[in-house]
């Protein structure tokens, strides 16, 4: 198991492109535990939390107030006290370097198909 975690922007929809950081509840140096609070963010459709995704120490906010980040963008970090910044900045760096966005569904999901079925036809 690693003693670093990533936090990112979830997808909780089909056509979720994106998604804005609209509040921290913890700060750089907070303990955290896996499931509490640790931002909301905000898509077109639904605004919800985003969980820690392990015990730790939030130690990096990547993302801003305000931020309008890609779904699986870089949010921030969770890490055990005893992992050098050094190691946090490199997570960070790779992270960033190796992101692609998730494309949305184009026309915003799967769309419906009409077959031949006894002369008739279904969708």
Same mark, same amino acid.
């Given at each position: 198991?690693?003693?670093?975690?990533?936090?990112?922007?979830?997808?909780?929809?089909?056509?979720?492109?994106?998604?804005?950081?609209?509040?921290?509840?913890?700060?750089?140096?907070?303990?955290?535990?896996?499931?509490?609070?640790?931002?909301?963010?905000?898509?077109?459709?639904?605004?919800?939390?985003?969980?820690?995704?392990?015990?730790?120490?939030? /130690? /990096?906010?990547?993302?801003?107030?305000?931020?309008?980040?890609?779904?699986?963008?870089?949010?921030?970090?969770?890490?055990?006290?005893?992992?050098?910044?050094?190691?946090?900045?490199?997570?960070?760096?790779?992270?960033?370097?190796?992101?692609?966005?998730?494309?949305?569904?184009?026309?915003?999901?799967?769309?419906?198909?009409?077959?031949?079925?006894?002369?008739?036809?279904?969708?």
């Amino acid at each position: 198991m690693s003693d670093i975690h990533a936090v990112t922007v979830p997808k909780w929809g089909l056509s979720m492109d994106k998604g804005a950081v609209t509040v921290w509840h913890k700060q750089p140096g907070d303990p955290v535990h896996k499931g509490e609070d640790l931002l909301d963010v905000e898509s077109d459709k639904i605004a919800s939390v985003v969980e820690c995704p392990a015990d730790g120490i939030l /130690r /990096r906010h990547v993302a801003a107030l305000g931020d309008v980040l890609p779904v699986g963008a870089l949010l921030g970090v969770v890490a055990n006290a005893d992992v050098p910044d050094a190691k946090i900045d490199a997570l960070v760096a790779e992270f960033q370097a190796n992101f692609k966005p998730i494309e949305a569904a184009a026309g915003g999901g799967p769309q419906p198909e009409v077959i031949q079925v006894a002369g008739k036809r279904v969708r």
